[in-house]
């Protein structure tokens, strides 16, 4: 029964995830649906989305979306405020973030609505020194929300890398990936050195997830912004219904 609840909805986040980001808030209630704790749905889910990461950010990498110095420069920041958010998170109360989180999701919506193509942010280039200091501050802010709370971090960098950075969109998708990757990484070790991880639902998962990466890496590739504000937006709606949830709960 886990196997049936969780597999086609990890192949649909997989695929909300290459495009968009925010996979996560998908394929993650699946494990909750299917019964699991939380320790355990949270480590499981981190071993699908990792297998199914890794894919996307290779056929990003051979599409020729990866900029070197944006990759290394968010790679190293969003690890680095992943840990600190981390750290923050056993002191601080989550409450305050998620209001404000909820409160902001509004404008961002209206945003990624009113822009058609995320794209036109980079006609307009910054200088190539403040286009990297940029893109080290937003990974770095967006690694400490991920450490502290973490759904829909993809689609939030993918957002903040275009608007703020002025990174071109498939540039953005590129260094999103990469940072996403390599915070699931860590993650993922801790949670199996601590023994966390169902590997055989994960794994399971996991190749559905890798499938539904390659679905919406490809349809990133082909369609660009035309498929990309839509299921943006969509998550954003799932964001926005995570956060109530979690509020009430």
Not at 16 to 27: C, E, K, Q, R, T
Not at 35 to 50: F, Y
Not at 199 to 228: M, P, T
Request: charged residues 10%; proline residues 4%; glycine residues 12%.
């Amino acid at each position: 029964m886990e196997f049936l609840i969780v597999c086609p909805l990890a192949l649909i986040a997989g695929l909300v995830d290459a495009v968009a980001g925010g996979g996560g808030l998908i394929s993650l209630p699946a494990y909750f649906f299917a019964g699991l704790p939380p320790h355990a749905a949270i480590a499981t889910n981190k071993l699908s989305s990792t297998m199914g990461t890794t894919v996307a950010t290779i056929r990003y990498l051979l599409f020729g979306y990866m900029v070197k110095r944006f990759v290394i420069v968010g790679v190293v920041c969003g690890l680095a405020g992943s840990a600190a958010g981390a750290n923050l998170a056993l002191v601080a109360d989550s409450f305050a973030l998620m209001v404000f989180m909820l409160v902001s999701l509004p404008f961002v919506a209206w945003m990624v609505f009113r822009t058609r193509d995320l794209n036109r942010f980079a006609e307009r280039p910054l200088p190539p020194r403040r286009a990297l200091a940029l893109t080290g501050v937003i990974a770095l802010a967006v690694g400490i929300y991920d450490g502290f709370y973490g759904p829909g971090t993809g689609t939030i960098l993918m957002l903040l890398l275009t608007a703020v950075a002025h990174q071109g969109m498939r540039e953005a998708a590129g260094t999103t990936k990469a940072i996403n990757l390599a915070t699931n990484v860590a993650a993922l070790a801790v949670f199996l050195a601590n023994g966390e991880v169902l590997v055989g639902l994960g794994l399971a998962a996991g190749a559905f997830n890798i499938v539904g990466n390659w679905i919406g890496a490809s349809l990133f590739d082909k369609k660009g912004a035309a498929i990309l504000r839509p299921i943006m937006l969509i998550v954003i709606a799932l964001f926005a219904a995570r956060l109530v949830v979690d509020l009430v709960g």
